[in-house]
């Protein structure tokens, strides 16, 4: 008589039939499923737990990301930066893949120098021409800044403009004789995006150039030596409160009123243009960009790395 097998590979137990050897292999198996499914429970939760703590974190860095309050505001940013770091680590339980999350943040800004920057063509020499300015929809607070300016007795000289690889810059030229200071307001406009910012700036008899702006992004040129840049907050757009920090800017620097140039107004233009002429010379010196052999200039492979530093710089300072 062939033996009767059980489990696969076993011959039934001796005083037991077939029936009973199936009844306990079908037990076996359901005692084994019971102790999988608490198992699968529980990843099952430590899978949504992480995904609440991913998606609070984030509910908690747009709240704070909405308030006026600048530290508050860069609370937001360092818990956004937080929920990235969460968001790798449940993902690869890697430490060190997390602080990559954060740190990817701030190599964004290589796709945009890599395939929009470095394709740029900028003339060397660039020149205003004189052109009416955009209306108050495309020039944000213009006509209270200009109130701020005829308040402090800042004259209107000209309205210009030029052009730089697809970006417009408008100006409208102030200049005050007792401040012996000039003062513009300059609109940015590029792709439907625009910005205005206000700029004073006083010339020593030394050919040294000392300017106050709330230009809202770091300079995307080097500064020469002789320029002395003060850069205020870009909400600060009241002009009383821009002079004033102005006047406080030359008084640390140590600059006697009487050692400022007189500024002529018939000039004004041309001061703008010979001043960024001495800047692009400076850059090129420092070999920040180079020639394209057509009159134009682009940015070299350093000066890419000097755009980015300038870019995780404004990332920081406007979280």
């Known amino acids: 008589m062939p033996v009767l097998m059980g489990r696969a590979g076993h011959s039934a137990s001796p005083g037991t039939t077939w029936g009973e050897e199936i ?6 198996r359901d005692i084994k499923q019971r102790r999988r499914v608490p198992q699968a429970e529980g990843l099952e939760k430590g899978m949504v737990k992480h995904v609440l703590i991913v998606i609070g974190l984030g509910v908690l860095a747009v709240a704070f990301r909405s308030c006026r309050n600048k530290p508050a505001r860069k609370l937001g940013a ?14 690869t339980k890697c430490v060190w893949c997390g602080l990559l999350g954060i740190a990817a943040w701030f190599f964004l800004p290589w796709i945009e120098l890599l395939t929009r920057v470095r394709k740029m063509r900028l003339p060397v020499e660039n020149r205003l021409t004189h052109r009416e300015p955009p209306g108050e929809e495309f020039f944000p607070n213009a006509s209270k800044a200009i109130d701020g300016m005829t308040d402090e007795h800042f004259d209107h000289v000209e309205d210009a403009a030029w052009k730089w690889s697809g970006m ?4 409208r030229i102030f200049w005050n004789p007792e401040e012996r200071a000039s003062a513009t307001l300059c609109l940015c406009e590029q792709e439907r995006v625009a910005f205005a910012f206000i700029t004073i700036s006083s010339k020593t008899v030394d050919g040294r150039v000392y300017r106050t702006t709330n230009f809202p992004f770091s300079p995307t040129l080097a500064i020469p030596p002789a320029f ?8 600060r757009n009241c002009f009383h409160e821009i002079l004033r920090d102005h006047r406080a800017f ?5 600059v006697d009123p009487d050692e400022l140039l007189m500024p002529d107004p018939e000039h004004l233009t041309e001061e ?10 400076y850059n090129l010196q420092n070999k920040l960009i180079e020639r394209d052999g057509e009159g134009n200039f682009r940015y070299s492979v350093r000066g890419l ?4 530093k300038q870019f995780a710089k404004d990332m920081i300072r406007l979280c």
Request: charged share 20%; net charge negative.
């Open 168 to 171: 417009e810059q408008y100006f």
């Open 305 to 308: 790395l000097f755009l980015w």
């Open 228 to 235: 002395h840049w003060n850069h205020v907050p870009c909400e």
């Open 78 to 91: 360092a818990i956004f930066l937080a929920a990235s770091f969460f968001l790798i680590f449940f993902l």
């Open 272 to 281: 703008i243009e010979t001043e960024m002429k001495a800047q692009i010379d």
């Open 23 to 28: 009844i306990k292999l079908i037990a076996g």
């Open 250 to 254: 030359l008084a640390r620097k140590g």
